[in-house]
């Protein structure tokens, strides 16, 4: 059985570790090499990038509170098209934040090299085998860790901007759009990957505290932040550097640095960068590796990487593989090819996002409650995917080439090792259903059932009496008008043999309890309810009546809950009437009663409803 993972991230946490996962590579090395495509107007290439993240971020955050699971946008993307993009997710996630992270370990070994004569790869080794047993220890302590890096950077960053703003020279901004408006929207693309630790935290859903509410503000937070960040640095560099020195330098930040205080300046400087690579590389394992995790829970991947250690409750192995890949990265992989190929995945997962999104939205599951929805649906998405349609043209045919060669070598792993595995129905298979048939014996059930349980889960819902007599009930759901005699006829069978009693017995019982006063409780619900001989004998039946049961004075009843006990159980009996009250004067009951799709659906919006618990 697979443990599910300790919740030990706090909302500072979960900024820094999203904070300290973008302003690494993406401001201590890229800036250089930016300003070689772009020019001055880099810092609004920088800004435009982030605001391309906007869409995803709103989205991930929504989809994510709604499934806080461990392996983020891999998890909810296989939800919501199948096993087949969820394996391409899966990979193309996992290896571009471990790429991304293994070229912060080269970062680290550049910028070290300024002060010492350690070789590179070398000091890049070290750091990455510190941070598989940093991160096997516990997310706890990583997240501790990233807390106090990412402090000391803001905090260097701060001097940078403050001491550096009054040495700005703007004659190096002039002219602005010096390689063209084409070549800013370009390079947006470019350093598009400097955002990529923005949503990072998506994949720790799972060990986050309060999801619901520290999953989306922490990744607002992160985005204002690093947003901030980049423009003020990259402004403080353009003007300081000559832009001959700083086109295509590789430590454009140190050099800055040097410029405004000196070699001491620079050496602070040069280990602010030294932990905000740290702190990327830390983040890339802690996050990387629970895309292994994930998949491995889903069977594409083999069982081994889903086994959490009972001594650290962490995921080793698939701790340690992402390790070893990222070593590999260090010792044989062009890094600067393939952060370009990072960028592009990371793109494509940005447009499956929102796509992912407006699929589990349009497929109407009731047991798809999020705890924080995206704003402006579906515009919001739609601008998302556009936008990240128009940054992947911008990418160039050469990366989008090489980036198709890896989605098709998933798709290859799919066909050979999960297609035979796997059974996984999803979102997109429930939302074609709902337009081909509206046979309830054709709609696909193990997604509502496994959503329904992460709303169990994630809300702590407390799996009382009545919640078991409602995981126990019968549903019926009747289409067609019919009047309260013809009803309770059919009720009475029903439930005479579920209690081995005579129906014509319970039939009399039921049109008695009418006759003596209406058990319509408001417009539309009604609740008959009738004691019957015996001991420890409670049942309820539900249905849903959607052209209506038609109750004395003509009133029409679309939600009735039956309940029939014995003399000793009733306590219980008064505590399921209130159950009920409180479940159905809910906001928006009665449209989510009436638009369930099959009867999980309708089971669902009673289990998932908020109310008092015993």
């Not at 590796?289 to 990487?305: A, E």
């Amino acid at each position: 059985m697979n443990k599910e993972l300790k919740k030990e991230l706090s909302l500072l946490k979960v900024v820094c570790i999203a904070t300290g996962a973008m302003i690494s590579s993406g401001l201590f090395i890229l800036p250089g090499l930016a300003f070689q495509r772009a020019g001055p107007a880099v810092v609004l290439s920088y800004l435009l990038a982030g605001l391309f993240c906007i869409p995803t971020l709103m989205s991930k955050a929504e989809l994510t509170t709604a499934m806080p699971k461990a392996g983020g946008d891999y998890y909810y993307i296989m939800r919501g098209f199948g096993p087949l993009l969820g394996t391409v997710a899966g990979f193309s996630s996992w290896f571009s934040l471990s790429l991304k992270g293994a070229f912060a370990l080269i970062g680290m070994g550049a910028y070290v090299s300024i002060i010492t004569n350690i070789p590179i790869k070398l000091i890049a080794l070290a750091c990455c085998l510190f941070f598989i047993f940093l991160n096997i220890a516990g997310a706890k302590e990583a997240g501790r860790f990233q807390v106090i890096l990412v402090l000391g950077l803001v905090g260097a960053l701060a001097g940078y901007v403050i001491w550096g703003a009054g040495t700005v020279n703007t004659a190096n901004f002039s002219p602005f759009f010096n390689k063209g408006l084409g070549a800013m929207f370009a390079t947006a693309s470019f350093v598009f990957i400097s955002y990529g630790g923005l949503t990072k935290v998506a994949a720790l859903a799972e060990e986050i505290e309060n999801p619901g509410k520290n999953l989306p503000l922490g990744m607002i937070l992160s985005l204002l932040l690093g947003s901030v960040l980049y423009g003020l640095v990259i402004w403080v560099t353009v003007g300081v550097l000559e832009p001959s020195e700083l086109a295509g330098n590789l430590t454009p930040i140190s050099d800055g640095a040097g410029v405004i205080g000196g070699s001491v300046f620079k050496t602070i400087i040069s280990v602010g960068a030294f932990l905000a690579f740290i702190s990327t590389a830390n983040a890339g394992i802690m996050s990387a590796s629970k895309y292994p995790l994930g998949m491995s829970r889903d069977k594409l991947l083999p069982g081994v990487f889903s086994k959490i250690s009972p001594k650290f409750n962490t995921p080793i192995r698939s701790i340690v593989v992402t390790g070893i890949f990222m070593i590999i990265a260090i010792l044989f992989l062009e890094l600067e090819l393939l952060v370009k190929i990072a960028s592009s995945i990371l793109i494509l997962l940005f447009i499956l996002a929102n796509m992912t999104l407006i699929m589990f939205r349009e497929s109407k599951i009731l047991s798809y409650r999020p705890k924080f929805r995206s704003p402006l649906y579906p515009y919001m998405q739609i601008v998302g995917i556009a936008g990240g349609v128009f940054l992947l043209i911008e990418m160039g045919t050469g990366i989008i080439f090489l980036t198709s060669i890896f989605l098709l070598l998933g798709v290859i792993w799919y066909k050979v090792y999960v297609e035979k595995r796997t059974s996984k129905d999803s979102a997109l298979i429930y939302a074609l259903e709902r337009l081909v048939s509206r046979d309830k014996e054709l709609m696909s059930d193990s997604i509502l059932t496994e959503l329904k349980d992460i709303v169990v889960q994630r809300d702590d819902v407390t799996e009382d009496r009545f919640h078991g007599l409602i995981e126990d009930s019968k549903i019926l759901d009747i289409e067609a008008p019919l009047k309260i005699e013809d009803f309770f006829r059919k009720v009475s069978d029903i439930l005479g043999g579920e209690l081995n009693q005579s129906p014509e017995n319970i039939f009399n019982k039921l049109l008695e309890r009418e006759n003596d006063s209406s058990t319509m409780i408001r417009e539309k619900l009604a609740i008959p309810h009738i004691i019957v001989e015996g001991k420890n004998i409670f049942k309820i039946l539900v249905v849903r009546a959607r052209a209506g049961i038609i109750f004395p004075e003509d009133k029409l009843a679309h939600i009735i809950f039956i309940l029939a006990g014995s003399p000793d159980e009733r306590n219980l009996h008064l505590k399921v009437l209130a159950a009920i009250a409180q479940i159905t004067q809910q906001p928006g009951f009665d449209k989510k009663w009436l638009e369930a799709l099959n009867e999980d659906d309708l089971r669902s919006v009673i289990l998932l409803s908020k109310r008092r618990r015993n």
